[in-house]
């Protein structure tokens, strides 16, 4: 039923999907000069009130462009109703925040949707509104820098997988260094964790093995365990001195690098566990980068610099191009991946120039031309 009603006689919806109805100072001209054009949607609160369900910002205007009364279309609604018809104009009017959304969604499974049907209601997947509902299992502080937009959904997003943790959540949060990327920071504490976990297990079976060798040989596993030889058997038989020393060398070079190669074994080994995980994409970037950049040559690096229109800076031996490269590459990842392209040119010229045809010179002179160069400008 369509009907004039006072503008005191409107109650904006506590509940509102939408938190902030923002500036409608542009609206309120508008509506000043041509008055509402499309009628608001309300329910009747009591006797002589009514509740507003779509329509918030145009009764907004209307109260800052003085008018007496606005046409309204008064509805019977259920809270189930209302709430869903408030998130739907909402969702179709304007961008909600997604903690508004999330909140508003809530409110309707509260009222008794599944979040299929739900779904189904407001035209969005079950996905989204599966995704929209778990932020609200995250820290307020965690909501409410989502909706102060001062962290994306994407971030947020990636802070679910320690939802059991809200304490971890709020440390990385209030952590500035990780906040510059939030992500990568996440999948760092999941290898963190990881890792401490595997830690723990292995100590957990050195334990029970060091045990069981113990009770094995009549003991408890409690025993300390000496050295059978004691002071003797280090101090050795007596003889040259010289001869002596040279051989703790020796066996000191040995031992270093057993455990040198014992490092790098445990390296290799979680090197490969390492490519079968989940690694942030930017974290990748940086490390291939800034070891291929290691790895130039002088001539290439001079030349890469040159491209560059880069300047070389003072080293110990006169005038140095690679560490001109990785200073520029280390300053932003853009001059990082410039100077690898910069390199990447620098080789293929250097085939071309002295190679013919060879693999490289050739995808050089492709690339080249993709991007407009033409033999025939020389």
């Known amino acids: 039923m369509l009907r004039m009603l006072p503008v005191g006689s409107l109650v904006p919806a506590a509940d509102n999907v939408r ?10 001209a508008s509506v000043a000069s041509v008055g509402i054009v499309e009628p608001l949607l309300v329910s009747p609160l009591d006797a002589e009130r009514y509740v507003i369900v779509a329509g918030h910002r145009r009764h907004a205007a209307a109260v800052r462009a003085g008018l007496a009364e606005v046409p309204c279309t008064v509805r019977e609604l259920s809270e189930a109703e209302r709430v869903e018809i408030m998130l739907v104009e909402n969702l179709q009017r304007s ?35 599966a995704a929209r509902l778990a932020l609200l299992e995250l820290p307020k502080v965690v909501q409410e820098e989502v909706h102060a937009g001062s962290m994306s959904v994407g971030e947020a997003q ?18 500035q260094w990780s906040r510059r990327d939030l992500e990568r920071a996440v999948v760092r504490e999941q290898h963190r964790q990881a890792a401490a976990r595997a830690n723990a297990e292995r100590r957990e079976r050195s334990d029970e093995g060091s045990t069981v060798v113990a009770q094995a040989a009549g003991g408890t596993g409690d025993e300390e ?15 040259d001195l010289a001869g002596s020393a040279l051989s703790e060398r020796q066996a000191a070079g040995r031992a270093e690098a057993r455990a040198r190669t014992a490092a790098s074994a445990a390296r290799i080994a979680f090197a490969q566990a390492l490519v079968g995980r989940k690694v942030v994409k930017a974290d990748v970037a ?6 291929l950049l290691a790895e130039v040559s002088v001539a290439q690096a001079r030349l890469a610099c040159r491209i560059l229109a ?33 390199v990447a040119l620098a080789v293929g010229e250097e085939r071309a120039r002295f190679a013919g045809e060879h693999e490289v010179a050739e995808r050089h002179r492709a690339f080249l031309a993709s991007y407009g160069f033409e033999p025939d400008q020389v």
């Open 19 to 28: 938190r902030r109805v923002g500036d409608v100072r542009e609206l309120a």
């Open 95 to 129: 961008d909600l925040t997604a903690i508004e959304e999330a909140s508003g969604l809530f409110r309707l499974v509260e009222c008794g949707m599944t979040q299929k049907e739900l779904a189904r209601r407001i035209g969005r997947s079950a996905r989204r509104v």
């Open 158 to 175: 990636a802070l679910l997988v320690f939802r059991d943790d809200p304490e971890l959540i709020e440390r990385l949060v209030a952590d």
């Open 310 to 342: 880069l300047d070389a800076v003072v080293g110990r031996f006169g005038p140095d191009h690679r560490a001109a490269l990785d200073g520029y590459a280390a300053r932003t990842a853009a001059n990082r991946d410039r100077a690898l392209l910069a």
């Open 286 to 291: 940086e490390l291939v980068g800034r070891q």
């Open 225 to 239: 365990v000496t050295d059978p030889g004691g002071d003797a058997a280090a101090a050795g038989p007596p003889g």
